[in-house]
């Protein structure tokens, strides 16, 4: 990749740059799933500042102690002088076992004295660094969230084809390995796949049946925009554990930004939590790697393909409302059903995805917007907008006409 990473997540760099350049004192947090370039955007924008910048990861094989962020923080106390101060970039926080508390003690004690000590944490499991945040240091902290890249991104970076982004995902770090479809597999499965459950959910969280997590991931790949209740689920990955515990377990897996279930929507919170979840995926990579097809079987299957333009235009969806921007569910009543539901501030949109050709009328789209006051209906693909159309722009301006 000849251009800085920055170029390409323009948004975000320019929000972290603004931030950095502020008197202000905030944390900053800037929280994302694995390779999706949190660490090099940091380096990048730190690297253009005339303050000077200490870097520490936590990511290490076994889990650090609270006393390497007092000592990592007191280096940095001693680089800052002067009202400029320095800034602290502190990786992988998440792995700290009661960073939040021992960075509250010490981000307090700055703030007492008046030190100017700007300090920037990174984590790769989202849900895990939420609880610290709402638990030790509200308040105290401005988010900034960095999703999985979008297309417009990988074909703007790597010369992605649409082919090759529903393929080979947005994983900026595995396009390299591309051209050689084996290496990049083992790369996804090893590096991404087996390092964020393994390191981001099952050492940072309570898990009592791992493998059924492992296997709820799988399955989840496997059947990435299809409807399925947890009770279906259980019965599939032939374990007695109860439908709680699965609920749970794929919140932690999309909280490591890997799949989730959108919920049903019902025009009621409390009805839609209580649905049948629709598995999504946040990168499609993650479901060709799961179901071991190669870039030729992925394109020839009318079947598969189908289903991974649904998962991309849901992901593209899904990270969308990860960062804030809209809310996503999924619709079916009575034999109708609207494969994609979008709540905005602008209004309720029902989104339609085919892979062929379709006519323009859904029965699904008309009942649902019978029942429901919608403000847009779209269809991407088939007759409708073109798939390539649909990713290449953000949610928000397909939301806002």
């Known amino acids: 990749m000849s251009k800085k990473q920055s170029e390409f997540r323009r948004p975000q760099a320019a929000v972290l740059a603004e931030r950095l350049a502020e008197p202000r004192r905030f944390l900053h947090v800037i929280a994302g799933p694995r390779q999706v370039g949190k660490s090099t955007l940091v380096q990048q924008i730190t690297d253009e500042l005339s303050l000077p910048v200490r870097y520490a990861s936590a990511d290490e ?7 390497w962020i007092s000592q990592q ?25 009661a960073w939040s508390e021992t960075v509250k003690r010490l981000w307090d004690e700055d703030t007492r004295k008046k030190r100017s000590l700007k300090v920037v944490l990174l984590g790769s499991a989202p849900l895990l660094m939420a ?55 083992r790369y996804i499965a090893d590096s991404l796949i087996e390092t964020s459950i393994a390191r981001d959910v099952l050492l940072l969280t309570r898990v009592d049946k791992p493998a059924l997590l492992r296997r709820l991931f799988e399955l989840a790949c496997r059947y990435s925009g299809q409807i399925l209740s947890y009770t ?16 749970h377990y794929l919140d932690l897996l999309a909280g490591a930004g890997m799949v989730c279930g959108l919920p049903k929507y019902a025009g009621d919170a409390a009805r839609s939590r209580g649905s049948s979840p629709k598995l999504q995926v946040l990168n499609t990579a993650l479901m060709t790697v799961t179901a071991a097809v190669s870039p030729k079987e992925a394109r020839s299957d009318r079947e598969f393909r ?32 609207v494969d994609f539901v979008v ?8 989104i339609e995805v085919k892979s062929g ?42 939301l806002a006409h």
């Open 73 to 97: 923080w007191e280096a940095a106390r001693l680089e800052a002088s002067g009202e400029a101060g320095a800034v602290l970039v502190l990786d992988e926080i998440q792995k700290i076992p």
């Open 306 to 337: 189908g289903r991974l333009i649904e998962s991309a235009v849901g992901a593209h969806l899904a990270n969308a409302a990860a960062l804030g921007e809209c809310e996503v569910y999924y619709w079916r009543d009575r034999g109708q059903e």
């Open 61 to 67: 094989p076994t889990l650090r102690g609270a006393d």
């Open 357 to 398: 050709r379709a006519p323009q009328a859904h029965p699904g789209s008309a009942a649902f917007a019978a029942a429901f006051k919608v403000k847009r209906t779209l269809l991407v693909g088939g007759d409708g907008i073109a798939v390539e159309d649909f990713l290449s722009r953000p949610v928000a301006e397909w």
């Open 232 to 247: 279906k689920m259980l019965g599939q990955l032939q374990d007695a554990g109860n439908t709680t515990t699965l609920a």
């Open 343 to 350: 709540k905005a501030r602008s209004g309720l949109a029902a």
């Open 131 to 185: 609880q610290g945040l709402t638990e030790s240091l509200a308040g105290r902290f401005e988010t900034l969230r960095l999703p999985h890249w979008s297309y417009a991104e990988m074909r703007e970076a790597f010369d992605f084809t649409l082919d090759q982004y529903l393929y080979f995902g947005g994983y900026p770090g595995a396009a390299p390995l591309i051209r050689d479809p084996v290496r990049w597999s």
